[in-house]
């Protein structure tokens, strides 16, 4: 999501390349809302309705509308979750408008083939419904009708880190904007982890990692984020999930 080169690259905000195996101070002011609900309706597949007041319910007419039909022109990445395109909404209704008018968002579609797609689609509402931070990406709205799920982002217009570190004839980014941007992944992370209920995280890569137009850095894609310990339930799953070469050795080869 948020890549705006002219050439559709891997979408940033699809968990791509998945692998399974079984083994053995925050300062900002940001909301904090409970997560201990979180779980359980993953484990149930429904959308948690605590953050259904923090988003905004699209219709599948209103979302084709805003991207032209979902026309291959307007594709931003594609990736395991399906194709992410660009469309325009009234920043203040949310309603479809023209290309060029409104605002611009990225809108990821879940293709129907998609076999972990649900969900991931139903853990990236529940954690990003609830989780605000100057260094998440922002969820704006999602899509639930029969079998069309759809999320709505914001627009990250410098699209994801993986595209300016390894994508060839794009501009390298300097030392310093290299270590802003880490600074902020540190930033994000360091929010999940001081929650009441942590979050972990588990697929951090370059691919996840979005830049706004000043560079700012954003962590998206929460399909395999899940609950940290709490209390005196200190047992985290030992299920090795993630991108092969982003986790490190050791952990995949014992869990």
Not at 195 to 221: C, E
Request: glycine share 10%.
């Amino acid at each position: 999501m948020g890549n705006c080169f002219n050439r559709p690259a891997k979408c940033a905000h699809a968990s791509s390349t998945l692998f399974h195996a079984t083994g053995n101070n925050n300062t900002y002011a940001d909301r904090q809302a409970p997560l201990e609900s979180l779980n359980k309706s993953i484990i149930t597949s429904k959308v948690d309705c605590s953050v259904t007041s923090n988003l905004k319910s699209f219709s599948f007419n209103d979302l084709k509308n805003a991207t032209k039909n979902f026309r291959p022109e307007n594709v931003l990445g594609e990736g395991g979750f399906g194709c992410v395109f660009k469309g325009w909404i009234d920043g203040n209704t949310f309603a479809p408008t023209k290309p060029g008018t409104g605002i611009v968002v990225a809108i990821k579609r879940l293709k129907a083939e998609s076999f972990q797609g649900h969900k991931e689609w139903l853990a990236e509402v529940n954690y990003l419904g609830q989780l605000h931070h100057e260094n998440l990406v922002k969820l704006i709205g999602y899509c639930s009708e029969s079998d069309n799920k759809l999320l709505v982002y914001e627009f990250m217009p410098k699209g994801s880190l993986e595209n300016h570190l390894f994508r060839k004839g794009v501009q390298p980014i300097t030392w310093a904007t290299r270590m802003k941007i880490a600074v902020d992944v540190a930033r994000g992370l360091s929010f999940l982890h001081g929650l009441d209920a942590k979050v972990i995280y588990r697929d951090l890569k370059a691919s996840n990692i979005l830049l706004d137009s000043d560079f700012n850095a954003k962590l998206s894609d929460f399909g395999l984020a899940r609950d940290g310990p709490t209390g005196d339930n200190t047992h985290v799953s030992t299920r090795v999930v993630g991108t092969q070469g982003y986790a490190a050795p050791e952990y995949v080869a014992t869990g």
